[in-house]
T-cell receptor, first 111, second 113 residues
Framework: GQQLNQSPQSMFIQEGEDVSMNCTSS?????WLWYKQDPGEGPVLLIA?????ELTSNGRLTAQFGITRKDSFLNISASIPSDVGIYFC???????????FGQGTRLTINP | EAQVTQNPRYLITVTGKKLTVTCSQN?????MSWYRQDPGLGLRQIYY???????DKGDVPEGYKVSRKEKRNFPLILESPSPNQTSLYFC????????????FGSGTQLSVL
């Protein structure tokens, strides 16, 4: 079935650094979603992308819908402690009534 | 406040003892779903429901049951829990379908001894 592979699986950075992570698939997706899970909470939608090549920002977060429609990227600029958490990419499986999620990228920030 | 509410947040039980995790949403959403989260595996769908009395299996339905008697509630039932069902469970809902933005509950951490 369709799977999403996220990279890296974990990141340990210093506060203030920029962060880049990506999500790839062997299948085409028409929508890409990026979620963040704070410790002890459920995932919350950060950014939704609907068009190949689209670049969308939400504060210090910027996400891109890859031209091939098989990948997506999330960047965080000038990281702060509250950026800690797990970031998930997700895409809809047409006809299956569900989102498929990547394995997640766990972000840890050293103050 | 628009939200998805799960209870309990934490649950420790023993093998074979039936349990129910409740889920309720106050957004009048048609679609509801259950996911489990395990390290290195991300979120995997257990069951979903498109509307009242309409439920279907997700990717990992074995050992679970659900019901959708009312639009707002979607309980997850483990008739005979086993240790491999130890996991973090999330209920989610969306307005119309499972391919839209999902709103998640805060999760239920289940340990089966």
């Amino acid at each position: 079935g369709q799977q999403l592979n996220q990279s890296p699986q974990s990141m340990f950075i210093q506060e203030g650094e920029d962060v880049s992570m990506n999500c790839t698939s062997s299948s085409i997706f028409n929508t890409w979603l990026w979620y963040k899970q704070d410790p002890g909470e459920g995932p919350v939608l950060l950014i939704a992308l609907y068009k190949a090549g689209e670049l969308t920002s939400n504060g210090r977060l910027t996400a891109q819908f890859g031209i091939t429609r098989k990948d997506s990227f999330l960047n965080i600029s000038a990281s702060i402690p509250s950026d800690v958490g797990i970031y998930f990419c997700a895409g809809p499986i047409q006809g299956a009534q569900k989102l498929v999620f990547g394995q997640g990228t766990r972000l840890t920030i050293n103050p | 406040e628009a939200q998805v509410t799960q209870n309990p947040r934490y649950l420790i039980t023993v093998t074979g003892k039936k349990l129910t995790v409740t889920c309720s949403q106050n957004m009048n959403h048609e679609y509801m779903s259950w996911y489990r989260q395990d390290p290195g595996l991300g979120l995997r769908q257990i069951y979903y429901s498109m509307n009242v009395e309409v439920t279907d299996k997700g990717d990992v339905p074995e050992g679970y049951k659900v019901s959708r008697k009312e639009k707002r509630n979607f309980p997850l039932i483990l008739e005979s829990p086993s240790p491999n069902q130890t996991s973090l469970y999330f209920c989610a809902s969306s307005l119309l379908s499972g391919t839209e933005k999902l709103f998640f509950g805060s999760g239920t951490q289940l340990s089966v001894l």
